[in-house]
């Protein structure tokens, strides 16, 4: 058996165990899944992307994909969390020092990013808070407006407006210690409740140079080229896998729920089978593109770009029809809470409005289509 497919037995075997078991409870309490996340550590899979020198696996985009799309099917919150680690693993490999990427790699500290700003919204790559250099270092003042893991980060990778060179944004390493930030209250959300998404705020937080992610002014250049497209295809492994699990309880319900009266089963119904086949071919076509993406910038194909920013749109949105028809197919039991339906319904509709947003999505690939820059 591969690496990648010991792993996702693991994971696989994790999700059965702890996370799914533990879904229901943490999306009526909004409790982080710490338990989750300590198990994942200790399995390597915090280390996926970290480099095999620093004690991690050393894997790739695809494999990222497939591990967060198991953990999805049984938590699109825990899926997310893990995410946002990864895509915080990217910054901190190319830049951090030894100590901090071993620590990361080994799953002692876990990462996030903070990109979103409430001066900026969603156009995360136009930062608004600032780097003001000192005698000692930089003081960075920020309101930050969605974290992942806020409250349980061990650490941001965070942006600012550059601090002496030209360009749009720099990237720091910061300690979710540091003396003056302040986390904002506790997520009550709609959907992926366990994520501990929630506001950051800066004032005068103190960091040394070595704090700084590579050089001053080029932190976009950074994250368009590596974090995006990572955090895209992400996403989209998260969507895969509500997908996923969505066609899963719908044949399950199909296939024994009973029509006594009529000595028969729902999937007696052709039209319960059509709606069936729609939501299994529409997962299938999400997971044949988001696959096609991670191979793509694996390998550094010339279509990377623009099959990642397809990948995200196209499962962020696909995902909400492949779920309408799971409801359709369940009826009344869909609504019941201990069922999961719902609950994937509500955590599915958060890609569509986390950034880069699906309507910006498709501005971006039309621009990518016609030749255009995406940012002018």
Same mark, same amino acid.
């Given at each position: 058996?591969?690496?990648?497919?010991?792993?996702?037995?693991?994971?696989?075997?994790?999700?059965?165990?702890?996370?799914?078991?533990?879904?229901?409870?943490?999306?009526?309490?909004?409790? +982080?899944?710490?338990?989750?996340?300590?198990?994942?550590?200790?399995?390597?899979? #915090?280390?996926?992307?970290?480099?095999?020198?620093?004690?991690?696996?050393?894997?790739?985009?695809?494999?990222?994909?497939?591990?967060?799309?198991?953990?999805?099917?049984?938590?699109?919150?825990?899926?997310?969390?893990? %995410?946002?680690?990864?895509?915080?693993?990217?910054?901190?490999?190319?830049?951090?020092?030894?100590?901090?990427?071993?620590?990361?790699?080994?799953?002692?500290? !876990?990462? *996030?990013?903070?990109?979103?700003?409430?001066?900026?919204?969603?156009?995360? $790559?136009?930062?608004? %808070?600032?780097?003001? /250099?000192? /005698?000692?270092?930089?003081? !960075?003042?920020?309101?930050?407006?969605?974290?992942?893991?806020?409250?349980?980060?061990?650490?941001?990778? $965070?942006?600012?407006?550059?601090? %002496?060179?030209?360009?749009?944004?720099?990237?720091?390493?910061?300690?979710?210690?540091?003396?003056?930030?302040?986390?904002?209250p506790a997520f009550d959300g709609l959907g992926l409740r366990g994520n501990d998404s929630t506001s950051i705020s800066a004032k005068d937080v103190a960091v040394g140079e070595d704090a700084q992610l590579g050089e001053?002014?080029? =932190?976009?250049? +950074?994250?368009?080229?590596?974090?995006?497209?990572?955090?895209?295809?992400?996403?989209?492994?998260?969507?895969?896998?509500? &997908?996923?699990?969505?066609?899963?309880?719908?044949?399950?319900?199909?296939?024994?729920?009973?029509?006594?009266?009529?000595?028969?089963?729902?999937?007696?119904?052709?039209?319960?089978?059509?709606?069936?086949?729609?939501?299994?071919?529409?997962?299938?076509?999400?997971?044949?593109?988001?696959?096609?993406?991670?191979?793509?910038?694996?390998?550094?194909?010339?279509?990377? !770009?623009?099959?990642? #920013?397809?990948?995200?749109?196209?499962?962020?949105?696909?995902?909400?029809?492949?779920?309408?028809?799971?409801?359709?197919?369940?009826? =009344?039991?869909?609504?019941?809470?201990? +069922?999961?339906?719902?609950?994937? +319904?509500?955590?599915?509709?958060?890609?569509?409005?986390?950034? /880069?947003? *699906?309507?910006?999505?498709?501005?971006?690939?039309?621009?990518?289509?016609?030749? &255009?820059?995406?940012?002018?």
């Open positions: 058996m591969s690496e990648l497919g010991k792993l996702l037995d693991d994971v696989i075997g994790l999700s059965e165990r702890i996370i799914g078991p533990g879904v229901v409870h943490l999306d009526q309490t909004a409790e +982080f899944p710490k338990q989750a996340g300590r198990e994942l550590g200790s399995l390597g899979v #915090l280390g996926l992307l970290s480099a095999k020198d620093v004690g991690g696996m050393g894997l790739k985009a695809p494999a990222a994909v497939r591990v967060v799309e198991a953990i999805a099917q049984r938590c699109g919150s825990t899926a997310m969390i893990l %995410s946002m680690h990864y895509c915080s693993v990217l910054a901190i490999e190319a830049f951090a020092n030894e100590d901090i990427r071993k620590k990361h790699a080994s799953g002692e500290r !876990l990462g *996030t990013l903070a990109f979103s700003e409430f001066g900026s919204r969603s156009n995360f $790559w136009a930062p608004v %808070s600032t780097a003001t /250099p000192g /005698p000692n270092g930089f003081s !960075l003042n920020a309101e930050k407006s969605w974290v992942t893991s806020a409250n349980h980060a061990d650490d941001y990778v $965070w942006s600012s407006k550059p601090h %002496s060179a030209a360009g749009p944004m720099t990237l720091w390493l910061v300690p979710a210690d540091s003396a003056g930030l302040s986390v904002g001053d002014g080029k =932190g976009l250049d +950074f994250g368009l080229g590596v974090i995006t497209p990572h955090f895209n295809l992400l996403s989209a492994a998260c969507s895969l896998g509500l &997908m996923e699990a969505a066609v899963e309880r719908a044949i399950k319900q199909a296939t024994s729920a009973r029509l006594t009266h009529l000595n028969s089963r729902l999937c007696d119904l052709p039209t319960i089978r059509a709606y069936l086949a729609k939501a299994r071919i529409k997962t299938d076509m999400v997971r044949s593109l988001v696959y096609d993406a991670a191979d793509a910038l694996a390998t550094g194909r010339e279509d990377t !770009l623009l099959r990642v #920013l397809e990948a995200k749109a196209a499962a962020g949105e696909m995902s909400l029809e492949v779920i309408d028809l799971g409801m359709r197919v369940c009826g =009344g039991a869909a609504f019941r809470k201990e +069922f999961g339906l719902e609950r994937i +319904f509500r955590d599915a509709r958060a890609a569509s409005v986390m950034a /880069p947003t *699906t309507d910006a999505l498709y501005d971006f690939i039309g621009r990518a289509l016609c030749g &255009m820059e995406l940012f002018s």
